[in-house]
């Protein structure tokens, strides 16, 4: 269980959570809180008992060994960190984990017990699912909630998902029964290059948080390796004129569902997303 006796106060924070496995297709949604972690600074605040949460024969503990060759033992966990970001007025929790082997009822309620004690106003979870989309286009990112205040303020839509769910699921679901504002992000990842990383996703939710959160987030050299993806995916693709017809199909399938979009609201976020930034670089 986490202890909260030394728990930091924080400003009106907002908890942003991802977790391995399920949920993350491509690793771009623990990647995603990977890069927030790195471009905030983000410091470790606790961590969830791993003995409690995961089978080690599905999960194993990793050995590594550093540059001087001391070698150490990691456990699979989830993880808490906290971002103090300069200028902005929210402070950001960040989760990081591999969904739990078992007791997700009690997982839950620990990151909820969490989050009611830091006082979290809203909660963000990341997902990533394999989809019919073509690399070359614009990664779309789905956002749903059961906040109707929330949908209406930042354009989002209804949660309609019925089906299997994974811990992400879980955890939005328990949000809405115990009256916490909550956000879940959905990126599409190109069902024909499944394997991670997918660094063109992790961008797109990065974005996508941006826009959630309104705050710039520093991108790194994430623009430089989703290009870099995407150039490695057309040459697998021009190397077999299967895979080079039916990502022509998807993309001509893309481009007719997209061109009411392209005309209006991506530009408007992409400029609103210019000015952020250019606000912080002053």
């Avoid at 008992?49 to 699979?76: A, C, F, K």
């Avoid at 789905?142 to 994974?166: I, Q």
């Avoid at 955890?171 to 190109?190: K, N």
């Amino acid at each position: 269980m986490i202890e909260l006796d030394d728990f930091p106060v924080l400003v009106d924070p907002v908890m942003v959570a991802a977790f391995e496995g399920w949920n993350d297709a491509g690793d771009s949604a623990s990647g995603t809180v990977a890069h927030l972690r790195e471009v905030w600074d983000a410091q470790p605040l606790a961590d969830l008992d791993s003995e409690e949460y995961y089978d080690y024969q599905v999960n194993r503990p990793h050995i590594s060994m550093d540059e001087t060759g001391v070698r150490s033992l990691t456990w699979p966990a989830t993880r808490i960190y906290v971002a103090r970001i300069p200028l902005y007025p929210r402070d950001i929790v960040l989760v990081q984990g591999i969904e739990p082997n078992m007791k997700w009822q009690q997982f839950t309620r620990e990151i909820l017990g969490l989050a009611a004690e830091l006082d979290v106003s809203t909660v963000v979870t990341l997902g990533a699912l394999l989809s019919d989309i073509p690399h070359t286009r614009p990664v779309p990112v789905t956002g749903t909630t059961s906040d109707a205040a929330l949908a209406a303020d930042l354009g989002l839509e209804p949660a309609t998902y019925e089906g299997p769910t994974g811990i992400v699921g879980v955890l939005q679901d328990a949000c809405t029964r115990f009256g916490i504002s909550s956000i879940s992000l959905w990126a599409a990842v190109p069902h024909y290059v499944a394997q991670p990383p997918c660094p063109k996703a992790t961008l797109a939710l990065v974005r996508r948080i941006e826009d959630i959160l309104d705050i710039p987030v520093p991108l790194g050299d994430l623009v430089e390796e989703a290009r870099a993806w995407e150039i490695g995916v057309d040459e697998l693709a021009a190397e077999d004129d299967e895979v080079a017809e039916y990502v022509k199909q998807l993309e001509e399938a893309r481009d007719a569902a997209d061109l009411p979009e392209a005309s209006g609201e991506a530009i408007a976020r992409e400029f609103e997303r210019y000015l952020r930034r250019r606000g912080t670089d002053r």
